[in-house]
């Protein structure tokens, strides 16, 4: 049973920066393939970032250059800090595992419904 606990939204002004965290818990094997997604109303969820179980990371092109997704596996924890944010980026971020090849999770950024296991959520808000 894997459990994803997520934290570290808020607001903030554009230019400004958060970091997020998701604990994870549960078997390493579920763990391999970890990203953060987001979904804002009236919008369908989007992939932001994945990180694999090699330590290669993806990116969407929106938040390529502004975010850094990274994990501290000794105490699962999967972070993305979120630097220079702009108003679009305004969502519901949510964390996300499975137990995906490093090229399964590359291509996975696109295709959220892939994810089994999620967390709750966490705001961000960030205004003009």
């Known amino acids: 049973q894997v459990q994803l606990v997520e934290s570290g939204g808020g607001s903030v002004q554009s230019g400004g920066s958060l970091r997020l965290s998701c604990a994870a818990s549960g078997p390493t094997y579920k763990l391999m393939c970890m990203g953060w997604f987001r979904q804002s109303p009236g919008k369908e969820r989007e992939g932001v970032a994945l990180?694999?179980?090699?330590?290669?990371?993806t990116y969407s092109d929106s938040v390529k250059g502004r975010f850094t997704i990274s994990r501290d596996s000794a105490n699962d924890t999967l972070y993305l800090q979120m630097n220079s944010l702009k108003p679009e980026d305004t969502a519901m971020y949510s964390c996300?595992?499975?137990?995906?090849?490093?090229?399964?999770?590359?291509?996975?950024?696109?295709?959220?419904?892939?994810?089994?296991?999620w967390g709750q959520g966490t705001q961000v808000t960030v205004s003009s």
């Open positions: 996300a595992a499975d137990n995906f090849s490093p090229r399964n999770c590359r291509v996975s950024v696109a295709d959220p419904r892939s994810f089994d296991n």
């Open positions: 990180i694999d179980g090699l330590s290669a990371t």
